[in-house]
């Protein structure tokens, strides 16, 4: 599967060593923003760029929402990709990103509640 965000997003992103544990921690685990920022011991706003960058292109994605006894929702993320290939030729970059496969059931119901 191609993914349409530029090279220079996927660059930015696996060059970065934050985003790098993120994607780590979220490997085969449902974490927090605030478990996350906890774990690496980093600002909750510093990891929620991050998170919001690694959703974006697709790398994690959310896999539920809880409402907390504050009446907040706090979201949980995991990684969502298997493999990023990355190939440097004629002078450019390319990637193939393998997405995991999900069941989506869980988020379509969520989905139905949030409307």
Same mark, same amino acid.
Not at 21 to 47: G, K
Not at 88 to 108: E, G, L, T
């Given at each position: 599967?191609? +993914? ?21 921690? !979220? ?12 774990? !690496? ?48 030729? +004629?002078? *450019? ?11 989506? *059931? ?10």
């Amino acid at each position: 599967m191609k +993914n349409d965000s530029g090279p220079k997003d996927i660059l930015d992103v696996l060059t970065d060593e934050a985003s790098l544990q993120i994607m780590n921690i !979220l490997d085969n685990q449902e974490r927090s923003a605030r478990v996350v920022s906890s774990v !690496l011991n980093m600002p909750i706003s510093s990891t929620y760029k991050k998170i919001k960058k690694l959703e974006q292109l697709k790398i994690i994605r959310i896999t539920k929402v809880i409402r907390t006894l504050d009446g907040m929702d706090e979201s949980f993320y995991t990684l969502s990709i298997k493999e990023i290939k990355v190939t440097y030729k +004629n002078n *450019k970059f390319s990637f193939d990103i393998q997405q995991k496969a999900f069941d989506d *059931k869980v988020v379509r119901l969520w989905q139905k509640f949030k409307n």
